[in-house]
């Protein structure tokens, strides 16, 4: 399956490292004053925000943005650290999961406007939350380190694979550690609900030594460098920008069912500029801002013009939307959420033998 391209704007801003976290830092000025401030911690590649925050400050010349790009877990974590004296006007991530677990505990506020009156019911929670993307959960593969094997079609041939040939794989595959990143969790407690066959895959990765990474990204840098040969649960719009850059890399959404998560915004009640947040909510859902955010390579939540959710993947089976319902929350308990973390950690860690 072959995604559109990121079409990667340029840009030069100042990017600072904070000492907490390792979060970047983006800095888009105010062209005119008295000068408004909006604070957004987002856990989506800032190349994929940009061209929409620079329009959307174009409409908003008085409108300075600070944003924060940190990983869906220390997303959370840290906006929880702070409390009420959190900067944050908004937050953005991809792990629907952490993020109702923000509303239903209280720390959203609800924004309603024509645009958030208009999305379907299962674009939102309570007004509080809201999707603006979809996000196609999928398996990328180095085609050249496959060697004479054709790249599996489902997870049941990626088992047949890994046992055919474990030294070939032996240290080479990576997907997400699901301790450290949020979104990584919500995809393996999914994944768990869709049959035995997850568990499997999971006992063959660890007896080949599994790569845990934190980001996307990471692991699509270590496959183009031929460090890993398979990446499991990839996020479809970073995988899309690699694989305009990098032929050698091969994207599958396989035939037995394909994960599909939403983005989702919420604007925390000790934001100090609710409004300008909602405004900037207004705009990604706007048919303007919804063409920015397909421009730099995310998939777009609605169909041009229309409140219709938009589902646009070429999955080879069947599409698995996550919903954005309480079903979600009952994994977030912290003693479930140990549970869970311990099994599939036991999972991994099979003894080294073929599996």
Do not use: C
Not at 205 to 212: R, Y
């Amino acid at each position: 399956m072959i995604l559109p391209p990121l079409l990667a704007p340029v840009f030069s801003l100042l990017l600072l490292v904070l000492p907490v976290q390792a979060a970047q830092e983006f800095l888009l000025p105010a062209s005119a004053g008295p000068e408004r401030k909006l604070v957004i911690y987002s856990a989506t590649d800032y190349l994929h925000l940009e061209p929409l925050l620079q329009h959307f400050q174009q409409e908003h010349p008085r409108l300075s943005i600070r944003l924060l790009d940190l990983n869906t877990q220390e997303l959370h974590d840290r906006f929880l650290t702070e409390g009420p004296d959190s900067p944050a006007d908004l937050l953005i991530s991809s792990a629907m999961d952490l993020q109702l677990k923000l509303v239903n505990d209280g720390h959203a506020r609800p924004w309603r406007s024509n645009q958030t009156l208009a999305l379907p019911a299962e674009a939102h929670w309570r007004h509080e939350l809201f999707a603006f993307t979809f996000e196609p959960v999928l398996t990328v593969f180095n085609r050249t380190l496959l060697g004479p094997h054709p790249v599996p079609r489902s997870r049941q041939e990626l088992l047949t694979l890994l046992r055919r040939d474990p030294a070939r794989f032996a240290g080479r595959i990576a997907t997400y550690d699901i301790v450290s990143s949020g979104v990584g969790y919500l995809l393996a407690s999914q994944d768990s609900q869709q049959g035995l066959m997850y568990g499997r895959l999971l006992e063959a990765f660890g007896s080949l030594a599994v790569h845990l990474d934190d980001t996307s990204n990471g692991m699509l840098e270590s496959l183009a460098r031929g460090n890993m040969v398979i990446g499991y649960n990839l996020l479809g719009s970073y995988v899309s920008s690699a694989l305009a850059r990098y032929p050698q890399l091969e994207a599958l959404a396989p035939e037995d069912y394909t994960l599909m998560l939403m983005r989702l915004a919420l604007i925390p009640n000790s934001a100090p500029h609710p409004t300008a947040a909602g405004e900037l909510i207004d705009f990604m859902l706007s048919a303007r801002g919804q063409a920015l955010l397909a421009q730099s390579g995310l998939h777009p939540l609605l169909e041009p013009d229309s409140d219709q959710l938009r589902l646009a993947v070429q999955a080879q089976g069947p599409i698995t939307l996550i919903p954005l319902t309480p079903a979600l929350l009952p994994l977030q308990d912290r003693l479930a959420r140990k549970h869970f973390i311990d099994t599939w950690t036991h999972s991994i860690a099979a003894p080294n033998a073929a599996p």
